[in-house]
């Protein structure tokens, strides 16, 4: 796992100084670094190297191919590579090292861009091809690894961190409201921007050709199993088997690595699940999981005694991370600067922490359990999802009242949050009620908090439009299947996706995620919908896969979140920072929010009338993205 950046400058002749790029991005790559420019074209490559596979200087980058024509600069791991390597020793290809960096470059040598749907891996890439002055960008189908760029008058340039864009001389603008106000509603943003409109990722699946510093071509390389139409009948039988297989051949493929590897343990079956087939490769995996600091809140399930069960059911190694409250709340405020992206979600903090703690150890590599609910179900919007064919039946009429009626809901109460959750956006129909439950606040309520200079944007804009785009074609009607292809497209890729990467990298750990094995996402997909949510049972056909390796406890568990508890630090340990961030004058500044309406919000969570909790940390996170890239 590695950190890339370059450039493509409009005028040929010049270039850029990587070095201080290279120092930025230390944190991504602290075993190796290296540089390549070729002035004549204007262009430059840079990388940071965590050594994986393969640790000795035959793996070292920018990577040259013999004939000098590519030149790759790569971000990840291919986990098929040892398949690929054969098949091209088969046709005389030679080969100097073992790593998988070697095998990317000679197959873009021979086969160019038409084998990206033949790798099956997490990555980001960048190669320069000579003879043609192109610099040709890619990224994974399901975007594990992140790749930012922008383009401006002097040319293109991109980095796995925006921090990397910065060094090169790339100025955030001011922030666009209406990507704010998508950050605000889910809490990440569905699609391709930031708030500074200067700023872009390149899209999961997509890959973009530069010449002359100005893309030539964008387009999408992957095209997502979950869209496509899918087997009707199954034997159910055959399916739980296969589930297991496939779920195991993605663990064992993923372990393949020149250092240890450990894995996350949260004692959810997700995690339990990778770990479980992962000690049949490696017996003494050691597992690392978070004792949550204080008291649970109400509503949530604390994991580390289902942590413990399943390690001491596995018999492997347990690291329980303690957390001190204090810290937690000190690195609120270093998490977006972390995150580089106002993501308003204190759970990403868990991954630094584990990932700090498996570093002490010497692992550099860690399993995650990410991507079963994304694939399987999971998710308490799943039960809703399966509900809606009910709702159906219900006249309009009455769907609208029960929606006014959810105003009144005790939002200090879990139940009643919930309920009052799903009778939102009830009144709504098909795809829109589906997006509708990524939403964590109300459209007019969110439209109050913005400014008035900036409230008509926001009040035009279709906040919901690139989620309802993603599916708009996709054949099959089944309301699970749809769902999940949202889930793996967006909630995925742009939140929890983009959290790991982000602080697993910012400790120099690499997370992998079987989960997101290709082979196992395109049997998923082809599960009917009936055997993934059954009922109120998410998950189900891989629950039934795992009753030969998990206690029955374990698998079937409440479901819990990866966070913290939130709703008692906004109210407590947080107060001062939220007074301070959201305070008049600095809203007024900035312009985006309106003061009086945000106080509003802040005295009704303070109240218990409302919970706002996640809605406060979004504006604060707003405003510290803001400080951190726009005003320096």
Known sequence: MCGIYGYMLASAGDCVDLDPVSKSLKHRGPDGSGTFYDESAGVGLGHVRLSIIDLSDAGHQPMVSESRDFTLTYNGEIYNFREHRDKLKAQGVEFDGHCDTEVLLKLIEVHGCDVLPELNGMFGFAFYQKSTETITLVRDALGVKPLYYSINADGFFFSSEVSGLLEMGVKGEGADPVVVARYNTFLWNPGTELPSANIKKLGPGEAMIIKKGKVAKHWRWYQSPTLMPKASKMKVDAVVSETENQLRKAVHRQMVADVPVGAFLSGGLDSSAVVAFAKELSSDIRCFTIESPGDIEAGMVEDLPYARKVADHLDVPLDIVQIDPDSMVRDLENMVLQLEEPLADPASLNVMYICRAAREKNIKVLLSGSGGDDLFTGYRRHQAVDLDRYIQYIPSSIRIQLEKLSKYADQRRPIQRRLAKFLKGIGLNGDQRLV???????????????????????????????????????????????????????????????????????????????????????????????????????????????????????????????????????????????????????????????????????????????DASYTILSLMCTELWCRNFIDC
């Open 436 to 610: 509708q439950y990524f939403h964590w606040i109300q459209r007019p309520d969110l439209e109050r908090l913005f400014s008035s200079e900036f409230r008509d944007q926001v009040t035009r804009a279709s906040l919901d439009q690139p989620m309802l785009d993603y599916i708009s074609d996709m054949e099959d009607r089944s309301s699970i299947n749809r769902i999940l292809a949202l889930e793996q497209r967006f909630f995925l890729t742009e939140h929890n996706l983009a959290y790991t990467d982000k602080m697993s990298m910012a400790e120099s750990v690499e997370v992998r995620v079987p989960f997101l094995d290709s082979e196992l996402i395109n049997y998923a997909a082809s599960i009917p919908p009936g055997l993934k949510q059954r009922g109120r049972e998410g998950k189900w056909v891989l629950k039934k896969a795992m009753e030969a390796y998990l206690p029955h406890e374990v698998i079937y568990r409440p479901k819990a979140g990866f966070g913290a508890p939130l709703r008692r630090w906004i109210c407590g340990d947080l107060r001062g920072a939220v007074l301070e961030l959201l305070s008049e004058k600095s809203l007024r500044e900035r312009g985006l929010f309106d003061p009086a309406s945000v106080h509003k919000l802040i005295d009704d969570d303070y109240s218990g009338k409302i």
